[in-house]
């Protein structure tokens, strides 16, 4: 009698331990088909900052931990190497400029009659060697040959130097030729590309934040040498700020891009940061590390990634996240 109230006890429980398996079941459906609760952490985009040109630095005017805004200075080189290159540079610039307004200018009014006036000097010098040569050879046994040949050769001489003298007036007076000019203006393009190229180097001097963000790290001192693969700093961008969270196969298809969401943290438990989810992966991971469970450590999930606004800045990198989703229909629900 008292084994088979034994197992009537045994069975009763067994129902009662059905029943309740059964209601829980119904409620973990219920959830399943309302609100969705996915686990990350936040995440963004960092940017490691060096310098363009290499040198010794000179400040670093930021630390760790602090907003930056676009366009602020964050470190400076010693620069005194760049100024004297850039003005190397502008000394070059304004020689070429001089000597392209020369070729410009042409011939001066008094180069010109200078060489008129050495034009009718050679043409008068030739003339007389003219006509001491013709009078040396009249006088035949009267001379002799070798003076004839002397006069005779020098006529020849000085009719070379007044061809010489015309040819000379010739150019002054045509001015300067257009291929002279073409290369004196190239020369000057040149000397300008190397006078912008050093006031790009020295304005790189100075190290800037391309965009609004927080210093995770400062990585050089002042003093350190650096060069263009030197980072001076590793900024965060806080825009967009993400929070990272991962979907089963099951809920997949409960969450799309575009729906708005709420990103919750242990740091501030009654606030709700309203995010939108901007990228839903297409391929299947298993578990990260960073929310895994017992459960959960052989499942594969998909990366799901939701933007967030974050004004006041209280959210930081890595800080884990708890995303609420009111999850659409299953399909066929």
Known sequence: ??????????????????VVGG?????????????????????MRTVELAFEE???IEEVLVEEGMRVAAGQQLATLQKRRYEIARETAAAQVNVAQKELQLLLAGSRQEEIDAARAELEA???????????????TKLGDATTKLRVDEAC?????SLAQARAAQEKLDLLLAGTRIEQIEVARANLKLAEASLADAQRALENCTLVSPSEG????????????????SAVYELALMTPLWARVWVDEVNLGR??????VRVRVDSYPDRVFEAVVGFVSTVAEFTPKTVQTEDLRTSLVYEVRATLADPQGLLRLGMPVTVEVDALPAEGA
């Open 214 to 229: 927080v210093i995770r790290s400062r990585l050089r001192e002042k003093g350190d040498m650096v060069s263009a693969q």
């Open 153 to 157: 050769s020098q006529a020849k001489v």
């Open 1 to 18: 009698m008292q084994l088979t109230k034994r197992k009537v006890l045994l069975l009763l429980a067994a129902v009662f331990a059905v």
């Open 54 to 56: 290499s040198g010794r």
């Open 122 to 136: 050679a043409q008068a010098s030739h003339r007389f060697a003219q006509r001491t040569c013709a009078r040396e």
């Open 23 to 43: 209601f829980a079941a119904y409620d973990a459906t219920r959830d399943n088909t309302g609100m969705l609760k996915l686990y990350g952490s936040i995440d």
């Open 255 to 260: 969450i799309a891009p575009g729906q708005k």
